[in-house]
């Protein structure tokens, strides 16, 4: 997967909590500032997604089944969710299909959904009748740390959270 231009952590595109961000110590922050090609010990799953809503329950499953392959499938429903959200933008707001792509290297699980918008996302204040502009706050309150970077086809929106695991 091609990201080029990745967003550093004095980004506004990158939104980190502070503990949490030492927590998962100077290797995951390296990784968070590396373009997800150039990861050497990474082992991705990846799959394309269509520009369809079906594609969102299928996320949820790909998700739900990679995590218990590589046991971690206590972290399920919160990726699960976040997955949703992040498919579910790319979906409606970006033309054509989109792409995840999980991780699990060194103690964090990062997951990426590229897409070919090119409008960052960027939190919103939902009022209660609206129907959307909270999925970017989900993703600050359970992520460790969150980020968008331009590609050269559109843009890629990630997400990390710490496994508890340490090779």
Request: hydrophobic letters at 40%.
């Amino acid at each position: 997967m091609n990201t080029p231009g990745a967003t550093t952590a004095t980004s506004p595109a990158v939104r980190r909590k502070p503990m949490e961000a030492i927590a998962a110590g100077v290797r995951g922050i390296v990784q968070l500032l590396a373009p997800s090609a150039e990861r050497s010990d990474a082992e991705p799953a990846s799959w394309s997604l269509s520009a369809e809503p079906s594609s969102v329950p299928r996320a949820r499953r790909l998700t739900r089944a990679q995590l218990t392959a590589w046991r971690l499938k206590d972290l399920g429903d919160s990726v699960e969710l976040l997955v949703s959200e992040l498919v579910t933008n790319a979906l409606r707001h970006a033309p054509g299909p989109c792409r995840l792509t999980l991780w699990n290297t060194d103690g964090l699980l990062r997951c990426e959904v590229e897409d070919t918008g090119a409008a960052l996302p960027y939190m919103r204040h939902g009022r209660a009748r609206d129907e959307g502009g909270r999925g970017l706050h989900l993703l600050a309150a359970i992520a460790c740390c969150w980020g968008s970077a331009r590609t050269s086809t559109g843009k890629v929106t990630w997400f990390e959270l710490p496994t508890g695991e340490r090779a």
